[in-house]
């Protein structure tokens, strides 16, 4: 199976900062990666698929990069709304696995 | 629009089984597979399996081949979680996808959630 090492698993950041969350894959999964915002109580929402291609309707601050085994999430200025907790998902081959999860509070 | 609307809630005793099903509306349903998400109190998301709407076919994670069952009708997926133990406890979410090669139109609707609550 293919493991997802999603770091930090938190992070502290202030309105207007840029934040970059990353996701290391166990072996190459290409570009079958896409990153999810989660807020308390509701269910994930996607942002980007295909590790760059912003999801309809999503702010152009948040961007993905990367592929092969090392991937990113970057929000740059980081807005009150943004504050959620982020997850990595892999989708190269069955079975799929998420990180473990970077929370992003204040 | 796009719908994917679950079942209730529901609270179980270990050893029980539990069928939690995820209706959906606004597509043709045999255009995509739906996968199953857990997450258990303040934990992370685990993915739980897929299975196709086209034709069945399903895929699930190795730590739930013995225990669980997704399954398909006209317009709704079904999961059962036999043999349920306390660390079940878990919200559990449907998300429309083909499965691998996550491509436009993936995991962009989500059911609600279900709170599965096992508990003797």
């Known amino acids: 199976d293919i493991q997802m090492t999603q770091s930090p698993s938190s992070v502290s950041a202030s309105v207007g900062d840029r934040v970059t969350i990353t996701c290391r894959a166990s072996?190459?999964?290409?570009?079958?990666l896409g990153w999810f915002q989660q807020k308390p109580g509701k269910a994930p929402k996607l942002l980007i698929y295909?590790?760059?291609t912003l999801e309809t309707g999503v702010p152009s601050r948040f961007s993905g990069s990367g592929s092969g085994t090392e991937f990113a999430l970057t929000i740059t200025s980081l807005q009150p709304e943004d504050f959620a907790t982020y997850y990595c998902?892999?989708?190269?081959?069955?079975?799929?696995?998420f990180g473990g999860g970077t929370k992003v509070e204040i | 629009q796009v719908q994917l609307v679950q079942s209730g809630a529901e609270v179980k005793k270990p050893g029980a089984s539990v069928t939690v099903s995820c209706k959906t509306s606004?597509?043709?349903?045999?255009?995509?597979?739906i996968n199953w998400v857990r997450q258990a109190p303040g934990q992370g998301l685990e993915w739980m399996g897929w299975?196709?709407?086209?034709?069945?076919d399903t895929s699930y994670a190795l730590k739930f081949q013995d225990r669980v069952t997704m399954t398909t009708d006209a317009t709704t997926a079904y999961m059962e979680v036999r043999n349920l133990r306390s660390d079940d406890t878990a919200v559990y979410y449907c998300a429309r996808g083909g499965g691998i090669k996550l491509l436009s139109g993936d995991w962009t609707y989500w059911g609600q959630g279900t709170l599965v609550t096992v508990s003797s």
């Open positions: 072996q190459d999964i290409h570009t079958w």
């Open positions: 299975v196709s709407a086209y034709n069945g």
């Open positions: 606004g597509y043709k349903f045999t255009t995509y597979g």
């Open positions: 295909g590790a760059t």
């Open positions: 998902l892999h989708a190269d081959s069955f079975p799929l696995t």
